[in-house]
Nanobody, 128 residues
């Protein structure tokens, strides 16, 4: 079992930045693909960004390309989401997720049902 704990959310003005962190328990973190999703009020949970288990490949939703960066530090069992140029429409609860399935070297999981473990989420609010 893997436990994921997100942190770093908060209130920020439009145009500002935040860095989310997701700390994972367990010794197999380095073999998991990791992703970030978000869910705005009254909306479906949507894919934001993901990184392969090697860290060699990343993938982003179109609406965050050029503004958000996902990275991982396997020595710290942590995945990050650096968010810049934030917009009010980025307001949501942000969740990290872990994909435990054995994947090809640079495979990126983008669907919710590809992920096995989820954190409890961290609120990000962007004021205009």
């Amino acid at each position: 079992q893997v436990q994921l704990v997100e942190s770093g959310g908060g209130l920020v003005q439009a145009g500002g930045s935040l860095r989310l962190s997701c700390a994972a328990s367990g010794r197999t973190f380095s073999s998991y693909g990791m992703g970030w999703f978000r869910q705005g009020s009254g909306k479906e949970r949507e894919f934001v960004a993901a990184i392969s288990w090697t860290g060699g490949r990343t993938y982003y939703a179109d609406f965050v390309k050029g503004r958000f960066t996902i990275s991982r530090d396997n020595a710290k069992n942590t995945v990050y989401l650096q968010m810049s140029s934030l917009k009010p429409e980025d307001t949501a609860v942000y969740y990290c997720a872990a994909d435990k399935s054995a994947r090809p070297l640079y495979y990126i999981a983008v669907r919710r049902n590809e992920y096995d473990y989820w954190g409890q989420g961290t609120q990000v609010t962007v004021s205009s």
